[in-house]
């Protein structure tokens, strides 16, 4: 499995500004996702992160709020701009196996993100 | 779309006993991975065990099983000898094509000394 950091590992911001969260992988990976979590809340996709082209968003979020950076197979950024304190949440990378044979994901340790 | 569903918003063992969390999930395709995952309080999200849908064996991880029924959309875990370090929030989760993972609800599973 794939050894995922994340940057910062928590923070805490002011209403209107922005935060870029970085996400780095010990190897190559073909597939690199992004999800919310909410306080008390399950995982929900924000978006799929592809090298080389723009991000695949799913419905409810949008590349302004949410844009994503794909330099390379082992690197990517959420960003989260204009924040409010609806944006208080964990925002989670995750990878996905590189011709595994279950289609499974590893995540990183998550971005604690608190916002006043 | 797939939906995954999680009966149980929380759930108590006691320490050494057994404990079974519910999944049930909707789609209309054959061919697809079930999934459960812990997140214990460090909020780092850990693969417990997997399932090919194709395959008709439960999967079994050392103290972690599942019993998966195809036709009843069913897919749920089981955890023996339970151990504290089980305490976390566990999360069914379905895939059935290019890693696009559906997740359930979860269920907060508290291990009692």
């Known amino acids: 499995s794939a050894v995922i950091s994340q940057k910062p590992s928590r923070d805490i911001c002011q209403r209107g500004t922005s935060l870029t969260i970085q996400c780095q992988v010990d190897?190559?990976?073909?597939?690199m996702f992004w999800y919310r979590q909410q306080p008390g809340q399950s995982l929900t996709l924000i978006a799929t992160?592809?090298?080389?082209?723009?991000?695949?968003?799913e419905s409810g979020f949008v590349i302004d709020k949410f844009p994503i950076s794909r330099p390379n197979l082992t690197f990517s950024t959420l960003t989260v701009s204009n924040m409010s304190p609806e944006d208080s949440s964990i925002y989670l990378c995750?990878?996905?196996?590189?011709?595994?044979?279950?289609?499974?994901?590893?995540f990183g340790p998550g971005t604690r993100l608190t916002v006043l | 779309a797939q939906t995954v569903t999680q009966s149980q918003p929380e759930m108590s063992v006691q320490e050494a006993e057994t404990v079974t969390l519910s999944c049930t999930y909707d789609?209309?395709?054959?061919?697809?991975?079930l999934f459960w995952y812990k997140q214990p309080p460090s909020r780092q999200m850990i693969l417990v065990i997997r399932?090919?849908?194709?395959?008709?064996q439960n999967a079994t991880e050392n103290r972690f099983s599942v019993n998966f029924q195809k036709a009843a959309k069913s897919f749920s875990l089981k955890i023996s000898d339970s151990q504290l370090g089980d305490t976390a929030m566990y999360f069914c989760?379905?895939?059935?094509?290019?890693?696009?993972?559906?997740f359930g609800g979860g269920t907060r599973l508290m291990v009692k000394p």
């Open positions: 995750s990878v996905g196996s590189s011709g595994g044979a279950y289609n499974e994901q590893f």
């Open positions: 190897s190559q990976v073909t597939m």
């Open positions: 992160a592809n090298q080389g082209s723009e991000a695949t968003y």
């Open positions: 789609t209309s395709e054959n061919n697809y991975y």
């Open positions: 399932q090919e849908a194709y395959k008709q």
């Open positions: 989760a379905f895939t059935n094509a290019g890693n696009m993972l559906t």
